[in-house]
């Protein structure tokens, strides 16, 4: 060993050591610290996207509640004249009241009320309403259910025969239907009336509860069969409680197309006590249009839907969903 101190090479490995795994000399300059946060985050929206955005959903706003009023302005209309005496009504419009509340009253209502053919025919629509609607009901959910997990000859084409019914339209069988129930006893009676409802409300009935109740999971069932449920005792206990959004929405439909239907009425029911929509109909003068019968008798026949509505309104939003997520 010389005298001489050599100074160690920073780069030279131990004796015995990889001269592979030796460290690279350091680069001069800056180390580099890899990408910053700022060049990696996304860039958010400016200042005028959001504003333009923000505007965008304000006129949607305003465009919408101007179409809502649009909207509810005949209805609106409708309740104010049936609040208007027929004279303040004849002198001006109905909107004189939005200045002058005073004029409001209901004596519109309370001869309406006072009135016999309006009353009875108000019953009478609900007697053909409900009892229509209860067996489109009762009557579609079967069908739908053996259609839909029943085995049986000539099924697929008996839907097909059932889909096919629905574009047939109602004036086509007004007149054959008019021989018949002629025949059989049951022209411009109740019952008859109900009969033609519901006969033309299965179809669809049959098509929408078969498409909803073919959606349920088949394992469900056959944990059910393997429990013992019978076939009846598995339509009530499983497929009725899934199914009861889609039933609710059918019921609605069916009901206010009864309800609100004029041309069978007109048709099939008994002339001596019409349902509501006929009632009306036969209160216009010949020389005078009778608004304050026909304001008040109108809105309360518009009423009665609203309120089925807004009662089942639930159940309709969850049978819509699920029909769309289906």
Do not use: C
Not at 14 to 27: E, K, L, Q, V, Y
Not at 90 to 105: E, H, I, K
Not at 183 to 204: R, Y
Not at 315 to 321: A, D, K, L, P
């Amino acid at each position: 060993m010389s005298g001489t101190d050599a100074t160690p090479d920073p780069t030279a490995g131990s004796a015995g050591a990889d001269p592979h795994t030796r460290r690279p000399p350091a680069a001069a300059g800056p180390a580099y610290a890899g990408p910053s946060h700022s060049a990696l985050a996304p860039a958010g929206p400016s200042y005028a996207a959001r504003a333009s955005a923000r505007l965008a959903a304000g006129a949607l706003r305003v465009f919408l509640v101007v179409a809502a009023l649009f909207w509810l302005l005949p209805t609106l209309g409708l309740l104010l004249s049936s609040l208007v005496s027929p004279t303040d009504l004849n002198s001006g419009g109905w909107w004189q009241v939005l200045t002058a509340p005073s004029r409001l009253t209901a004596d519109n209502y309370a001869r309406l009320l006072a009135n016999d053919t309006i009353t009875g025919s108000l019953l009478n629509t609900f007697a053909i309403a409900v009892p229509a609607t209860l067996l489109v009901l009762v009557l579609g959910a079967l069908a739908g259910y053996a259609f839909a997990w029943l085995e049986f000859p000539g099924r697929d084409w008996l839907f097909l025969l059932v889909v096919a019914l629905l574009v047939v339209p109602v004036q086509v069988a007004l007149i054959p239907v008019s021989e018949l129930f002629g025949s059989i006893g049951l022209f411009e009676t109740t019952a008859g009336v109900v009969l033609f409802h519901t006969a033309f409300g299965l179809p669809f009935a049959v098509f929408l509860l078969r498409n909803f109740f073919a959606e349920i999971p088949r394992e469900l069932l056959e944990a059910a069969r393997l429990d013992g449920a019978g076939e009846l005792r598995l339509f009530t206990r499983v497929v009725l409680p899934l199914g009861a959004p889609a039933i609710a929405s059918l019921g609605i439909f069916q009901f206010l197309w009864v309800w609100n239907d004029m041309l069978v009425a007109l048709v099939f029911a008994d002339s001596a006590n019409p349902p509501v929509t006929v009632a009306l109909q036969q209160q216009v003068r010949q020389f005078g249009n009778n608004i304050d019968v026909l304001a008040p008798g109108a809105f309360l026949s518009m009423a009665v839907p609203l309120v089925v509505f807004f009662a089942f309104q639930r159940q309709f939003v969850s049978g819509v969903m699920a029909g769309a997520i289906k």
